[in-house]
């Protein structure tokens, strides 16, 4: 019997649905005696080295998992579940690892070429895992049996990476071990090991789309005990540590859903124009007023309805989008938790992509009508319980971000600007993103932002908060002339706060969330492009991974968007790590395919998987 051990720690329901959709049966390890039980045993490490280690030893886990790994029978981790087999990590110092592997987990460097180039940290997206072992227990010998491409084919298949950790390829220590290493700006790191009976990816197998499934499929189909003498290095070990010059991280296109209730009381794919997402004024309308995101009242017209949710992204998770994200873009009107059908519809989703999964929308501190008080934290569990690998935070993220410079204004740095420069004693730890990040790892933390421009007429001034934030538009556009600054909003921009995008995409990095979703109500359902002065404002501003979003109409607008200024670099080289669209592939005016075919040619590294 297969055994998956769950520490409680994140999104485990992915790997139990890929383990059912490829038509295997496992049960879940209950106690230390059922690992004695297992006849292979699967864990899937999500979260951080120490509590995981921590959680491993409270339940009396450690002493048989190593009488497990040492019995020789199949054993196989994933991410968190690749580092705890080494001696330890240094997200933990001197928290002891299970000791299988030699070396010490350390973490990605932010800075490459002397510093001169900065790459974000987590490593957050595809890559690809260059094939250096294989083995012969009977029959042909090939990488095939580890699931991987054959590496004399040449193909290439792409795997789904999270993380800020990773245990370097170091030729002395590993040869035994590496199975495949990756690159991720000039370091090459293991990112998957082998050895007899042990098999484990830092990358996740069950949110690798197909090429991912296929792993999962090789290691259950695998009928018992692999002999290490078997095992054959493909490739000379010092040449695997020598780093291409290019990594194969590709650049991510997400497929976007904005969720809400039509008028009959239906959930439904609906999209917007700067976030007016009901039918123009020429549709049949009632007489009935409603609050417009343009904080305008009008006759309520319909919201437009452009497909059921699951159908919807089973299609883009189909077409190759590399990640899909739902929005509950009318969640500020109640309790997440109340809101049953956004998780219903996740755990739907969950069941047929796999492919990473966002949901945003009302996750913050709330209570519910019976006085019971919901924390922020408690409503993403109940999302990751469902199937998400991330989630997204609207409007809380620009309340905490007031919140932490009214705390840094009483810390006595009212004279500082800079959020990353606020020191500890103003961060309250209680807000969602703090909350979310400390339980799950800051890349499970996406925060949305709204932002809107702020046109400065001549002889006005910017107030100096904002001075970082001033943008003029591009010679020879329609801009000319124009100077503005971009301000944020909340509520699905329906109230404007004083807050520019750079303060809140530095203070949310303070705060500890790991990526940005950045929108814009100006560009929004308009096909105009992205909005690229903000973009590059944005991810000029952090270290985190962006995604830019609003306004792709066509292809060429994702290479536009991802288009570094130095020609001598490799294309998309330092700019956002993700595209995120929604109009046109709901309209098919431009499918997903025709999106990363356009960037292949024009030289970006892209996840390109056969249908
Ligand atoms: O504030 O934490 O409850 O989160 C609410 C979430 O809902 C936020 O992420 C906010 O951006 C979103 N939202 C609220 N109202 C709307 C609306 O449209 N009326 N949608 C809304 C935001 C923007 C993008 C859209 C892109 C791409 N939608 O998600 O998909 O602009 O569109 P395009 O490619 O068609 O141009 P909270």
């Known amino acids: 019997m297969l055994y998956l051990l769950d520490y409680g720690a994140g999104n485990v329901r992915s790997l139990a649905n890929s383990i059912t959709k490829l038509g295997f049966e496992f049960k879940w390890v209950q106690s230390p005696e059922d690992l004695q039980k297992a006849d292979k045993l699967l864990f899937p490490g999500v979260g951080a080295f120490g509590p995981a280690m921590q959680s491993i030893r409270d339940k009396g886990y450690a002493e048989p998992l190593k009488q497990y790994i040492a019995s020789g029978k199949p054993y196989m981790g994933i991410c968190i579940g690749l580092q705890t087999l080494f001696e330890g990590s240094d997200e933990a110092p001197g928290v002891p690892g299970l000791g299988v592997v030699p070396g010490i987990v350390s973490s990605f460097s932010p800075f490459e070429n002397d510093g001169k180039d900065k790459k974000s940290v987590p490593q957050m997206g595809w890559n690809t895992a260059k094939v250096v072992k294989t083995r012969n227990d009977g029959g042909d010998e090939d990488a095939i049996k580890y699931g991987f491409p054959d590496p004399k084919s040449g193909e290439q298949s792409h795997y789904y990476f999270v993380h800020s950790y990773r245990a370097q390829y170091q ?31 830092q990358f996740h197998p069950e949110k690798s789309g197909r090429a991912g499934l296929e792993l999962l499929r090789a290691w259950l189909s695998h009928p018992g005990t692999i002999d290490a003498s078997k095992e054959r290095l493909l490739l000379d070990p010092q040449q695997v540590a020598v780093p291409q010059p290019r990594d194969g991280l590709t650049k991510r296109i997400v497929a976007c859903l904005d969720v809400r209730s039509n008028d009959d009381g239906d959930l439904v794919v609906t999209k917007g124009e700067s976030y007016d997402v009901r039918e123009k004024a020429d549709a049949p309308a009632s007489t009935e007023v409603v609050a417009e995101a343009s904080g305008s009242s009008s006759p309520k017209r319909k919201v437009r309805n452009l497909g059921k949710p699951v159908d919807l992204a089973t299609r883009y998770y189909l077409e190759g989008a590399d990640e899909v994200t739902f929005l509950n873009i009318t969640s500020f009107r109640s309790c997440a938790l109340q809101d049953q059908p956004m998780l219903s519809l996740l755990e739907a989703a969950a069941a047929k992509i796999f492919v990473p999964l966002t949901i945003g929308g009302g996750i913050k501190d709330s209570v519910d009508p019976d006085g019971t008080p919901r924390p922020a934290k408690e409503v993403a569990d109940a999302y990751f319980r469902a199937g998400a690998d991330k989630v997204s935070i609207g409007s809380e993220a620009v309340y905490a971000v007031e919140e932490l410079y009214a705390r840094a204004a009483q810390n006595g740095q009212q004279g500082e600007l800079d959020p990353l420069k606020f020191s500890d004693a ?42 970082a934030c001033v943008v003029e538009g591009i010679k020879g556009s329609e801009d000319e002339g124009k100077k503005w600054w971009y301000r944020c909003t909340v509520k699905g921009g329906r109230e404007d706060r004083d807050v520019d995008v750079v303060q809140l995409a530095r203070g949310v990095q303070r705060l500890g969330a790991g990526e940005v979703l950045l929108n814009s109500i100006d560009r929004d359902g308009s096909n105009k492009g992205f909005d690229r002065q903000l973009v590059d404002l944005v991810r000029n501003a952090v270290d985190i991974p962006v995604i830019a979003s609003s306004g792709a109409g066509n292809a060429d607008h994702f290479v536009d968007v991802f288009a570094n200024a130095d020609a001598s670099k490799p294309q998309g080289d330092g700019t956002v790590e993700a595209a995120l669209a929604a109009g046109i592939f709901h309209r098919n005016e431009c499918s997903i395919n025709d999106v990363k075919t356009t960037l292949a040619s024009n030289g970006f590294n892209v996840r390109i998987e056969a249908v």
């Open 426 to 467: 103003c961060l309250t730890g209680k807000t969602g993103i703090e909350t979310i990040s400390k339980g799950y790892g800051a890349q499970a933390v996406v925060v949305s932002i709204d932002p809107r421009r702020v046109y400065v007429g001549q002889g006005e001034t910017v107030a100096a908060a904002h001075a």
């Open 171 to 201: 030729p002395d220590k590993h040869a035994d071990w590496v199975l495949t290493t990756t690159q991720y700006g000039s370091e090459v790191f293991l990112s998957s090991i082998q050895r007899g009976n042990v098999f484990a990816t």
